[in-house]
């Protein structure tokens, strides 16, 4: 199947400071990529739907403006967390898809964990 | 952050025997679904999908079964293993890509 990679694979930071996320596919290209987050012993939810070219579209509730979202070219899209803090420390993952359909299966990084002290 | 007191069901097989996980799913319109399977630490992996168009679907030791009727999607795993051991999580297709997920079930296999 298709890889998709993200970077770093765990980051602690402090609290008021900001965080680069990479997601990245390493063998397609994807116009669209998904970001979602998951506390511990939670479901995934999703934030954010990653555009290449544009702006990205964001869930309800979910703060576009702490959680910045940009698809720079068809194989990778960043997630910057701004002004971290603690309650921001989550696992984060992304996903994007092989092809362009609507019934194409999703391939997910192997996410992010986030620690904000 | 975390929510104090939330725990993920558990379900507890004996290696050897069949699992069967089960999902709850809420939008009728939603035409396709997939299970994923997520180890500690680890992003998830897909198992198996299914378009509405059908109610079952065989893979490798797993089937998939869809009622739309009662919008309920299950998961069978044969003869599982101690590999199986993981949370388990079904997911719709909410549009494009984008898709919406289950609570997750834990699944711990003893020997």
């Known amino acids: 199947g298709a890889v998709v990679s993200q970077h770093p694979s765990w980051v602690i930071c402090k609290s008021g400071t900001s965080v680069k996320i990479e997601c990245r596919s390493l063998?397609?290209?994807?116009?669209?990529m998904f970001w979602y987050r998951q506390f511990p012993k939670q479901s995934l939810m999703l934030m954010a739907t990653?555009?290449?070219?544009?702006?990205?579209?964001?869930e309800q509730g979910v703060e576009k403006d702490k959680f910045l979202i940009n698809h720079a070219s068809l194989t990778l899209s960043t997630l910057t967390v701004t002004s971290a803090h603690p309650e921001d420390s989550s696992f984060y993952i992304c996903?994007?898809?092989?092809?362009?359909?609507?019934?194409?299966?999703?391939?997910f990084g192997p996410g992010t964990r986030l620690t904000v002290t | 952050g975390e929510s104090v007191g939330l725990h993920l069901p558990t379900l507890s097989v004996q290696e050897g025997d069949n699992s069967i996980i089960n999902c709850a799913y809420s939008?009728?319109?939603?035409?396709?679904f997939i299970w994923y399977k997520q180890e500690s630490g680890k992003g998830p992996q897909f198992i198996i999908d299914?378009?509405?168009?059908?109610d079952k679907r065989q893979g490798q030791r797993v089937t998939v079964l869809l009622n739309k009727t009662v919008k309920h999607l299950s998961l069978q795993i044969a003869a599982t293993q101690p590999g199986d051991s993981a949370v388990y999580f079904c997911?719709?297709?909410?549009?494009?890509?984008?898709?919406?997920f289950g609570a997750g079930t834990q699944v711990v296999v003893t020997p």
């Open positions: 939008n009728s319109a939603s035409d396709y």
């Open positions: 990653s555009n290449e070219g544009s702006k990205a579209t964001y």
């Open positions: 299914i378009r509405s168009n059908m």
């Open positions: 996903s994007a898809g092989g092809g362009q359909g609507a019934f194409d299966e999703q391939y």
């Open positions: 997911a719709e297709n909410s549009g494009w890509g984008k898709f919406q």
């Open positions: 063998d397609f290209q994807a116009t669209t």
